[in-house]
C-alpha cells in the first residue's frame, strides 16, 4: 500500500507511517499493561519508548488509513497497470528483445490493447498508461517479485532478492536505439535484506 501512493516523498511517508503501524501490531505481544505478566521483564527504558512514541503512532494510525482508502479507490488499480508494464519489459529483457515502449506497436500499445478487450479502467489510453508507469516505474520490481513468487512456490526463494534482481534489470538495460534504461536507477527504490543468520 505505501508504494502506491504517487510520489517518492509520499511513498517515503507512507513507509514511515506503515512502521508504525506494524510497531502498534507488535506492542500487543509485550507485558507492559496492568495486569499482564510474563516470563521476561520490560525494561524501563522500552516503556518509556512507548510512552514517548504514542502519539506518533496515534497519528500514524489516521494517516494508515487515508492510505489503505487511497489504495483501495485507485492506486491498487495503477499499480496493477504499471506491474503489467514491468512485466512485459522484464519479457523483453529476458528474451532479449528489447521492446520500447513509447514505439508505435511497443509495450505501452500492448497494455492499452489488452486493456480495452478486457475492459480494465485506467489503462484504455496509452497516455494514461505512459503516465502511470512513469509515475510507479520505480516501485514496480516489489509486486512483480511478489507475484513470482507466489506462482513459482519455493522455500529457497527470497522475494527481496528477487526483487532486486528485476530491479536492476530494470535499470540496467535499454530499449533498442536508445541509450536510457527501462527505469532509471536514481528513480528506483531498493529493498535491502539483510540476513540474521
Not at 528489447?98 to 480494465?120: N, P, S
Not at 536510457?180 to 539483510?194: C, K, L, M, R, T
Request: charged residues 25%; glycine residues 8%; aromatic residues 8%.
Amino acid at each position: 500500500m505505501a508504494l502506491s501512493e504517487d510520489t517518492q516523498e509520499a511513498r517515503m511517508r507512507a513507509i514511515a507511517v506503515m512502521r508504525h503501524e506494524v510497531v502498534s501490531l507488535g506492542l500487543e505481544s509485550f507485558s507492559i499493561g496492568a495486569g499482564k505478566s510474563s516470563g521476561g521483564k520490560v525494561r524501563p527504558e522500552f516503556v518509556q519508548w512507548v510512552a514517548e512514541t504514542s502519539k506518533d503512532r496515534y497519528e500514524a494510525a489516521h494517516g494508515f488509513s487515508e492510505i489503505a482508502r487511497r489504495y483501495e479507490a485507485k492506486n491498487e488499480r495503477k499499480l496493477n497497470v504499471a506491474e503489467h508494464v514491468g512485466k512485459l519489459v522484464w519479457h523483453s529483457i529476458q528474451e532479449q528483445e528489447f521492446k520500447g515502449l513509447h514505439v508505435a506497436g511497443g509495450i505501452l500499445e500492448k497494455v492499452r490493447d489488452v486493456a480495452k478487450q478486457e475492459g480494465i479502467h485506467g489503462a484504455r489510453d496509452k497516455d494514461v498508461v505512459s503516465k502511470t508507469w512513469v509515475t510507479y516505474r520505480g516501485v514496480v520490481h516489489l509486486g512483480m517479485a511478489m507475484d513470482y513468487c507466489e506462482d513459482n512456490p519455493d522455500p529457497g526463494l527470497n522475494v527481496l532478492h528477487v526483487a532486486e534482481r528485476i530491479r536492476q534489470g530494470l535499470s540496467q538495460n535499454f530499449p533498442k536505439k536508445t541509450r536510457e534504461p527501462y527505469v532509471a536507477p536514481d528513480g528506483q527504490i531498493s529493498f535491502h535484506y539483510i540476513s540474521n543468520t
